[in-house]
């Protein structure tokens, strides 16, 4: 069943400038996006820098206003809701962000911080509400005094476990982590991974999965979203992506992944050039200016996410030459 | 053997804050040979980026100070100069770039002035012509497209892929015997971190250089380091060739660092394998080994007495009792 479905979504965001200070561009920093996530499973969104990824997670929770689009949840477009029906909609849906020192508010204490969720939805009396935050404390690791402590006393793995606990506090259906592990070094990475796959396990929520570094990303989801500048260059389940990668980009961003193992050293550099600008990208495909097979349709059509014939229709692609491309 | 360009003995880096003394570096020694890359892998908080602050005579002063020990440049004792001939060791003979380029290139000055700063100071006799074709020189060398148009813009107007390359840029200038390079592809996407880490290589390959590399990404490791040292807690923990490390990780943290990576050869959605617990404070560090707090194979020596760095050869050296067993 398809909790999230995601039409069409654009995100534009205008740029002030000149003297009497008026609009002179726009930015397209989700330029036609559509995917769905189906319940209990994973979609990760995979990008660099500037891609759109993060735009796309705040305008699913309705923290920015979409351009244009259509989001629904579990069938129930959500993409003008307001007031008190956005309030019950984040119930359902939450979010974890990537640097837990910003996310969690430095004044008040943990015990504060894990009870507001629920005084905002009127869950429970006081007393049920404190032995719930005994009990979130207890699901995400962290001992029981932590009720007194202050976020400054915690270090950044646990805050990021405060922050899981938060997000899960009222049992949503789907949950955004945005970069949720990019902050933390390995060995605390490992122990945060673990534990969102776990809580996944039991509590059968869906998750979208927002990360740049595509080892991780492969570790947690089911299916997989390749970005470049506010578009979805592929879409796939996530072992045909990593088998089978047509997109140039994502061939190239798959490639220059360095692996633990020095005897597999990379002898070329797979990809040139920088992205461009998203406030002038090349019209039609994103990426012609730095793809090698790039051919003069490629800067007169933009091509579209579709699945090439004869293989499997879940794996979508927007290349012209996609599936005819020989690995270089 | 021939003499090592660089010999670091028994070095001992203190910090002295309003919580203590914090004992930064303990007891670290290593050597790199020229035209050698050096590896520094650890997480947050182990001396790394102390250590190369150390070599430099860069620790913010009044609270950080070495304490004992000796860092010989070719035999000569860099932490017994004076301010003054420490001048003429740095950017002459080595050389710093840092992760985020943005903090360490001054964002109201021109790339021609940063660049022709560094040439005036280290070569007075320079003519104002000679310097700015020796700059332009340099840009091109380092891969920067329309040098001559770059040299007129300010940091702000470049990528952080353009920003790291002008820092190597500026770094190379008075052709260094040594380049420290810390985490310098941390903040970059990883398209661009695959052409910067293939630069560095190719420069190497042109000047001889030695590189001392400090990251905590044991793929980037992988990918140039010809040794590596492993830091936790202010300690070498384990230092060996670049394939010895690899192939038989000896410390209990190093195997533990390398298990906890999700990587692309490994079956995904698998529970990985974890480090328990966190780091000690550095005001409060145990007795003994400082890893014992988190090892499975601690026992009772291990929480009195401090383990050696030791091992059966010059090519891999381990700070732990218990090495010959974990061998097999």
Same mark, same amino acid.
């Given at each position: 069943?398809? *909790?999230?479905?995601?039409?069409?979504?654009?995100?534009?965001?205008?740029?002030?400038?000149?003297?009497?200070?008026?609009? *002179?561009?726009?930015?397209?920093?989700?330029?036609?996006?559509?995917?769905?996530?189906?319940?209990?499973?994973?979609?990760?969104?995979?990008?660099?820098?500037?891609?759109?990824?993060?735009?796309?997670?705040?305008?699913?929770?309705?923290?920015?206003?979409?351009?244009?689009?259509?989001?629904?949840?579990?069938?129930?477009?959500?993409?003008?809701?307001?007031?008190?029906?956005?309030?019950?909609?984040?119930?359902?849906?939450?979010?974890?962000?990537?640097?837990?020192?910003?996310?969690?508010?430095?004044?008040?204490?943990?015990?504060?911080?894990?009870?507001?969720?629920?005084?905002?939805?009127?869950?429970?009396?006081?007393?049920?509400?404190?032995?719930?935050?005994?009990?979130?404390?207890?699901?995400?690791?962290?001992?029981?005094?932590?009720?007194?402590?202050?976020?400054?006393?915690?270090?950044?793995?646990?805050?990021?476990?405060?922050?899981?606990?938060?997000?899960?506090?009222?049992?949503?259906?789907?949950?955004?982590?945005?970069?949720?592990?990019?902050?933390?070094?390995?060995?605390?990475?490992?122990?945060?991974?673990?534990?969102?796959?776990?809580?996944?396990?039991?509590?059968?929520?869906?998750?979208?999965?927002?990360?740049?570094?595509?080892?991780?990303?492969?570790?947690?989801?089911?299916?997989?979203?390749?970005?470049?500048?506010?578009?979805?260059?592929?879409?796939?389940?996530?072992?045909?992506?990593?088998?089978?990668?047509?997109?140039?980009?994502?061939?190239?961003? *798959?490639?220059?992944?360095?692996?633990?193992?020095?005897?597999?050293?990379?002898?070329?550099?797979?990809?040139?050039?920088?992205?461009?600008?998203?406030?002038?990208?090349?019209?039609?495909?994103?990426?012609?200016?730095?793809?090698?097979?790039?051919?003069?349709?490629?800067?007169?059509?933009?091509?579209?996410?579709?699945?090439?014939?004869?293989?499997?229709?879940?794996?979508?692609?927007?290349?012209?030459?996609?599936?005819?491309?020989?690995?270089? | 053997?021939?003499?090592?360009?660089?010999?670091?003995? @028994?070095?001992?880096?203190?910090?002295?804050?309003?919580?203590?003394?914090?004992?930064?570096?303990?007891?670290?020694?290593?050597?790199?040979?020229?035209?050698?890359?050096?590896?520094?892998?650890?997480?947050?908080?182990?001396?790394?980026?102390?250590?190369?602050?150390?070599?430099?005579?860069?620790?913010?002063?009044?609270?950080?100070?070495?304490?004992?020990?000796?860092?010989?440049?070719?035999?000569?004792?860099?932490?017994?100069?004076?301010?003054?001939?420490?001048?003429?060791?740095?950017?002459?003979?080595?050389?710093? #770039?840092?992760?985020?380029?943005?903090?360490?290139?001054?964002?109201?000055?021109?790339?021609?002035?940063?660049?022709?700063?560094?040439?005036?100071?280290?070569?007075?006799?320079?003519?104002?012509?000679?310097?700015?074709?020796?700059?332009?020189?340099?840009?091109?060398?380092?891969?920067?497209?329309?040098?001559?148009?770059?040299?007129?813009?300010?940091? @702000?107007?470049?990528?952080?892929?353009?920003?790291?390359?002008?820092?190597?840029?500026?770094?190379?200038?008075?052709?260094?015997?040594?380049? #420290?390079?810390?985490?310098?592809?941390?903040?970059?996407?990883?398209? #661009?971190?695959?052409?910067?880490?293939?630069?560095?290589?190719?420069?190497?390959?042109?000047?001889?250089?030695?590189?001392?590399?400090?990251?905590?990404?044991?793929?980037?490791?992988?990918?140039?380091?010809?040794?590596?040292?492993?830091?936790?807690?202010?300690?070498?923990?384990?230092?060996?060739?670049?394939?010895?490390?690899?192939?038989?990780?000896?410390?209990?943290?190093?195997?533990?660092?390398?298990?906890?990576?999700?990587?692309?050869?490994?079956?995904?959605?698998?529970?990985?394998?974890?480090?328990?617990?966190?780091?000690?404070?550095?005001?409060?560090?145990?007795?003994?080994?400082?890893?014992?707090?988190?090892?499975?194979?601690?026992?009772?020596?291990?929480?009195?007495?401090?383990?050696?760095?030791?091992?059966?050869?010059?090519?891999?050296?381990?700070?732990?009792?218990?090495?010959?067993?974990?061998? @097999?």
């Amino acid at each position: 069943m398809e *909790i999230l479905k995601v039409e069409e979504l654009k995100m534009h965001f205008p740029v002030y400038g000149g003297i009497f200070y008026r609009q *002179i561009a726009r930015v397209f920093a989700v330029d036609g996006v559509s995917f769905s996530i189906e319940a209990g499973k994973t979609l990760g969104l995979v990008g660099e820098s500037g891609c759109g990824k993060s735009t796309i997670g705040r305008a699913l929770l309705r923290l920015y206003e979409p351009t244009a689009g259509r989001i629904s949840f579990e069938g129930k477009d959500i993409t003008h809701l307001s007031g008190s029906s956005l309030r019950e909609l984040r119930s359902d849906m939450q979010m974890i962000f990537q640097d837990p020192f910003e996310s969690l508010n430095p004044r008040h204490t943990v015990g504060s911080i894990l009870e507001e969720p629920f005084q905002i939805h009127r869950w429970g009396t006081p007393l049920e509400r404190r032995q719930e935050v005994l009990r979130l404390l207890d699901r995400v690791g962290m001992p029981a005094d932590s009720v007194h402590k202050y976020p400054h006393e915690f270090s950044g793995g646990q805050r990021q476990r405060i922050g899981i606990a938060r997000a899960i506090a009222l049992k949503p259906k789907l949950i955004i982590c945005d970069e949720a592990v990019s902050a933390l070094d390995v060995s605390i990475q490992s122990q945060i991974l673990n534990l969102l796959v776990e809580l996944q396990q039991e509590m059968g929520m869906a998750y979208l999965f927002i990360a740049h570094d595509l080892s991780v990303i492969r570790h947690v989801s089911d299916q997989i979203a390749v970005m470049y500048l506010g578009r979805i260059v592929e879409i796939a389940e996530r072992d045909s992506l990593y088998k089978n990668p047509l997109h140039p980009y994502t061939q190239a961003l *798959i490639a220059s992944i360095p692996v633990p193992d020095p005897r597999r050293r990379k002898t070329f550099t797979p990809l040139q050039g920088e992205v461009p600008s998203p406030l002038n990208p090349p019209p039609f495909c994103h990426f012609v200016e730095r793809c090698a097979y790039a051919q003069a349709v490629c800067s007169q059509q933009t091509p579209q996410l579709s699945s090439i014939d004869g293989s499997d229709p879940s794996h979508r692609v927007a290349c012209h030459f996609a599936g005819r491309l020989s690995h270089k | 053997m021939t003499e090592a360009l660089l010999e670091v003995k @028994h070095l001992a880096t203190e910090f002295i804050t309003e919580q203590g003394v914090a004992r930064a570096l303990d007891d670290i020694s290593f050597h790199i040979n020229a035209g050698e890359t050096l590896g520094i892998v650890g997480e947050s908080g182990c001396g790394k980026s102390v250590t190369s602050l150390s070599i430099m005579r860069l620790l913010p002063r009044p609270a950080g100070s070495i304490v004992s020990g000796e860092v010989l440049l070719q035999g000569q004792d860099l932490t017994r100069l004076a301010p003054e001939e420490m001048h003429h060791i740095r950017g002459n003979r080595i050389a710093m #770039i840092f992760q985020e380029p943005m903090t360490a290139l001054n964002p109201v000055y021109r790339v021609e002035r940063q660049l022709g700063e560094t040439l005036v100071l280290h070569n007075p006799q320079m003519s104002k012509d000679e310097i700015r074709a020796a700059s332009i020189r340099m840009l091109k060398r380092v891969g920067i497209p329309a040098p001559e148009r770059r040299m007129q813009e300010y940091p @702000h107007q470049l990528s952080g892929g353009m920003r790291q390359r002008v820092m190597i840029a500026i770094a190379l200038l008075c052709e260094p015997e040594i380049l #420290i390079a810390d985490e310098p592809t941390t903040a970059l996407d990883v398209t #661009i971190q695959a052409q910067i880490l293939q630069l560095l290589k190719d420069l190497q390959q042109e000047t001889g250089m030695a590189i001392i590399f400090i990251t905590h990404d044991l793929g980037v490791i992988a990918e140039v380091c010809d040794r590596v040292l492993v830091m936790y807690s202010g300690r070498i923990i384990e230092q060996a060739e670049i394939h010895t490390l690899f192939d038989t990780p000896l410390h209990p943290y190093t195997r533990g660092l390398m298990n906890a990576i999700p990587r692309l050869d490994k079956p995904a959605k698998q529970v990985l394998s974890t480090i328990p617990g966190m780091v000690p404070s550095l005001f409060d560090t145990p007795p003994g080994c400082r890893f014992q707090n988190r090892c499975e194979y601690a026992q009772p020596q291990c929480r009195a007495t401090t383990p050696p760095l030791e091992g059966d050869s010059d090519q891999h050296q381990v700070r732990c009792f218990r090495f010959r067993e974990l061998m @097999h």
